[in-house]
């Protein structure tokens, strides 16, 4: 590819603990992704190209225009690479839901590693009888030394470990919002430093299609228990939906499947604790003025964490299981 | 068992037009009680936002106690009944979080029982010290420094 | 000692390194696949509603998130009791058919196609996607990006999304097949169609027409001896969503066929402690390490392993390449791997066919696409075959439908002490005493992996760019040599 006097946009996609979807939904840009080709030098993208720590540790501070980093932090390799880009990036961007967020690998942080490990290696149905043996970060064969990153004993989302320019929420990202995001650093036409970019500015509920009547409800129902009404609010239909404390910009998917919103395009703007807010959501639909009954409707909404904080557990203000 | 002179933090959310009248009146009654209330002043207990007791948590509070008008009695008629839905959700929030049951509590006080309050707040002061201080904070810095 | 590490390997779905250790001549001694990274998934779904589980999994991987979503699904339709309309089950195989073809295509033309198109010792500037373009031309460079892009289009249009499917449910999916719906993909089906007859002709132009090729595939050190794992319907056809698997032997014994249910029974799993992924065996043989032979406990579960387990296609083109492709390779079971390439081409003929099976079907857009359970049995055991091998998901859960316990065992998994071995073989035959560790000498033992597992070198390789390689050569603790290649 000939530059054309005007330097390349140096660019790099790197992934911490992730699922390979936010790399995916760069591609799924489809022919734009040759336009940013055009216009950038891949610098480093581990799930398409090589480029190597080593090449990163080269570079002069400040060499790379821009750093999608998804995935979150935690061990210690996504700590040590993530300071690194920090310092080679003059933007970074905090990419994807578990970058911004923690994502859905952040549930871990209600439970503790020597539990995660416990259920991997020692007890479960497949594992070889009588196995004692776990990982370890050093380990010693005939041949000699070997190491493998040390597993943290929780999830952190980017901005924990490092100052982050910008958030681009969802998991993954719309192929859309990426083109937004991209055209926007290649023209500099950025906003505020740590603003949230390829999203919306409103809740999912603003842009969901489904009526809502200021309903309230006696029983709730889990998805699979009832036929929804395709027109109506999932949360009037009682079953509990993230979409009143989720920030718009997803296109609405799930709900449009007939399937409630999980939250992962994080906190509206202005709720600090997207959690938190969905506590009150679910809680303001109640039919009820008495306590034991409210407590018997809530009987059917179990796992108020999971639904609280599907992506979100690592930002939010409690973070972890205490 | 707990550490001796162990003295909580509670954060009081209390409303402006019963829970605030009734501690005003355990004041001017004089009537002694735990000091280990700080109270905020909300206008209605339906005002009280989960995300104020995380933060109180987070920011250090061992226990926080939610007081609101008498069901019935509220200044804005329904309000108290959105905190009574409220409560019971967030407390198993904070079971799924490992926090202890009894750290946040609610309780309705109206204008005139300032002993009663007084009460509330000596049983849950107790209480708190018997738990200990809230981990939260240690814990979160323990993340920070160490991984 | 010396050794080479290769660090991060790339072109993966997920993180590793290689550590190839050096004997004093310089050959090699021993070579280790390292897997960096555990999440933690098993231990974290539990306590959660058995319903949401088909949404978390997904997050397993985003390049197969709808192999688990399946899989996932079809373990919680056990914890109720197995009840499924037909409808929903066909709606699931046939999006599962969108999903197999865009894995398939994106890892054929952006990560096989530069080490054969443009050849494994070629320039290694060349040796990557914008190579492979240049020498098909734009032209198929545009098909390529568009035929990936229908397949997503079509997950998109039966399931709400691609990346991260929400759609299956407990009694079958959220949303039903409307009759404007199906007219948008018919047309798409048919170009699929179109399009993997296309590759199956361009593999053979250009791979099977050149005697090189042909030989490095079979008498090179790419082959291994071990067993096969596939999922085959009720005529040992290999089936992707749904029925038996099957283990056969490399000489083409059958040795065992279970039922999802009976997977405990028949794989168990090793751990070493310098690797945080497992070694899935076949249990009843115990764990015997990493051995070659007829003997062995180790097993392949791939495109290629598929294809041997099979005694036919379920669909008729698919059925002549399938014969084709073994009266080339001269035997049934075959050993070399680096057939899988070819393997991954048959299949997704059968992908395609089936696809169209279903966009011919006349229920395909009725109304009974989804039930309400009615009993909680707390039991449920869903294996696919993921494109990179078959996956299982093991779930039981309460009377109240809250999981109790969670286990994978994911497609790429099987294949880990597989890759562990012939990452070594190559490494051994490539890397002799004396000689200097070359460039395309590292190529040739990244194809070992490369070749065989789409998911270390994942399905997301259209953008064209260098990919350099670095091996960094120790003595002494001190660094005597780097290396930097670039791949395709």
């Given at each position: 590819m000939e530059t054309t006097g005007k330097k390349k946009l140096q660019i790099a996609l790197y992934w911490g603990a992730a699922c390979g979807g936010c790399d995916v939904a760069v591609l799924d840009t489809n022919e734009f992704i040759l336009d940013v080709a055009a216009i950038a030098d891949i610098r480093m993208w581990p799930i398409a190209t090589d480029g190597k720590y080593k090449d990163i540790e080269a570079m002069e501070d400040g060499e790379l225009d821009l750093v999608l980093f998804n995935g979150a932090v935690r061990n210690s390799e996504n700590e040590h690479v993530a300071k690194l880009l920090r310092r080679k990036a003059r933007v970074m961007v905090a990419f994807g839901s578990c970058a911004h967020i923690g994502g859905i690998p952040g549930l871990a942080n209600q439970v503790t590693k020597e539990e995660i490990f416990d259920r991997a290696y020692l007890n479960n149905p497949s594992i070889e009888p009588g196995n004692r043996t776990v990982p370890l970060p050093e380990s010693h064969v005939e041949a000699g030394a070997l190491e493998i990153p040390t597993a943290y004993k929780r999830v952190y989302k980017l901005d924990d470990i490092v100052p982050i320019d910008y958030y681009v929420p969802g998991c993954p990202p719309l192929p859309a919002q990426i083109k937004g995001v991209l055209l926007a650093v290649a023209t500099g036409q950025l906003p505020a430093r740590g603003s949230v970019v390829g999203a919306g500015h409103r809740t999912v509920c603003d842009d969901c299609r489904r009526t809502r009547h200021e309903r309230k409800i006696k029983k709730f129902y889990r998805p699979w228990q009832i036929i929804q009404d395709p027109e109506t609010c999932l949360l009037e239909q009682g079953i509990v939906c993230a979409g009143s404390a989720t920030r718009s910009g997803c296109g609405v998917r799930c709900p449009n499947s007939n399937m409630p919103c999980r939250g992962c395009y994080g906190p509206a703007p202005n709720v600090k604790d997207q959690g938190a807010k969905i506590v009150s959501a679910v809680a303001s639909i109640i039919d009820s003025k008495d306590p034991a009954e409210i407590d018997r409707i809530l009987e059917d909404v179990p796992d108020i964490m999971g639904y609280a904080y599907r992506f979100g557990l690592p930002a939010s203000m409690l973070q972890r299981r205490i | 068992m707990m550490s001796n002179g162990f003295e909580p933090k509670i954060v009081g959310f209390l409303c402006n037009w019963c829970s605030y009248t009734g501690a005003d009146l355990a004041g001017t009654s004089r009537i002694k009680y735990a000091t280990n209330l700080r109270v905020i002043r909300t206008m209605c207990s339906a005002r009280i936002d989960p995300t104020f007791i995380l933060k109180a948590l987070l920011e250090g509070a061992d226990g926080v106690l939610i007081c609101g008008c008498h069901p019935g009695d509220c200044h804005y008629v329904e309000g108290n009944y959105k905190a009574m839905r409220r409560y019971p959700l967030l407390k198993r929030l904070l079971d799924a979080y490992g926090i202890e049951n009894e750290r946040v509590q609610l309780e309705w006080v109206s204008a005139s029982e300032g002993r009663r309050f007084a009460e509330v707040v000596d049983r849950m002061t107790e209480q708190i010290k018997a738990l200990g201080p809230c981990k939260v904070r240690t814990a979160l810095a323990f993340d920070m420094a160490e991984r | 000692m010396r050794s080479i590490r290769i660090?991060?390997?790339?072109?993966?779905e997920g993180h590793g390194k290689i550590e190839i250790f050096l004997d004093d001549d310089g050959g090699v001694s021993d070579c280790y696949f390292q897997i960096p990274e555990l999440r933690g998934f098993e231990r974290f779904v539990v306590g959660r509603p058995i319903e949401e589980l088909p949404r978390i999994v997904t997050r397993i991987c985003g390049v197969c998130p709808a192999s688990h979503h399946m899989a996932s699904a079809k373990a919680v339709d056990g914890c109720f009791g197995g009840e499924l309309p037909p409808l929903a089950r066909k709606l699931r195989e046939m999006y599962y058919q969108a999903h197999y073809i865009h894995s398939h295509i994106a890892h054929f033309y952006a990560l096989a196609a530069p080490d054969f198109v443009c050849g494994p010792d070629c320039d290694p500037a060349t040796r990557n996607i914008l190579g492979v373009v240049q020498k098909v031309g734009l032209e198929i460079g545009g098909q390529v990006i568009k035929a990936r892009a229908m397949a997503q289009d079509i997950q998109t249009i039966l399931g709400g999304r691609s990346t991260h499917v929400v759609w299956c449910i407990p009694g079958g999916v959220s949303k039903g097949l409307t009759k404007e719906e199906l007219e948008r993909i018919r047309p798409m089906a048919d170009q699929l169609y179109d399009f993997t007859l296309f590759s199956l002709k361009l593999f053979k132009d250009v791979v099977l027409a050149n005697p090189a090729y042909v030989d490095l595939i079979l008498n090179g050190p790419y082959t291994l001896d071990v067993h096969n794992m596939g999922l085959v319907d009720e005529n040992n056809a290999p089936n992707f969503y749904d029925g038996k698997v099957r283990v056969v032997d490399y000489e083409g014994n059958e040795i065992c066929k279970y039922a999802p249910e009976e997977y405990h029974h028949h794989v168990a799993e090793h751990v070493e402690p310098w690797t945080y992924l497992k070694f899935p065996y076949l249990k009843q043989r115990g764990w015997k390490g990493f051995v070659e032979g007829i003997d062995t406990s180790l097993y392949c579960a791939t495109p290629l392993a598929r294809l041997n387990v099979a005694d036919r296609m379920a669909t008729p083109r698919a059925q002549e390449a399938f014969e084709e492709m073994f009266q080339v390779l001269?035997?049934?079971?075959?050993?070399?791997?680096?057939?899988q390439h070819w393997a991954r081409l048959v299949e997704m003929v059968q992908n395609a066919e089936t696809l169209k099976g279903f966009v011919e079907d006349p229920e395909i857009t009725g109304p009974g696409y989804r039930v309400v359970p009615q009993r909680i049995t707390g039991e449920g055991v869903g294996i696919v075959e993921a494109m990179r091998g078959t996956l299982t998901h093991h779930y039981t859960c309460d009377e109240k439908g809250i999981c109790t316990s969670a286990n994978l065992i994911v497609g790429t998994t099987n294949n880990n002490a597989p890759i562990q071995m012939v990452t070594k073989k190559v490494a051994q035959a490539l890397i002799r005493p004396g000689q200097e560790v070359t460039e395309p000498v590292l190529n040739m033992v990244e194809m070992a992996f490369r070749a065989f597992d789409p998911c270390y070198s994942c399905a997301t390789h259209t953008l064209p760019g260098q990919m350099p390689l670095e091996a960094v050569v120790h003595q002494g603790g001190r660094v005597v040599k780097t290396l930097r290649k670039n791949l395709g």
């Open positions: - | - | 660090d991060p390997i790339t072109r993966l001269g035997a049934k079971p075959c050993r070399a791997l680096l057939a």
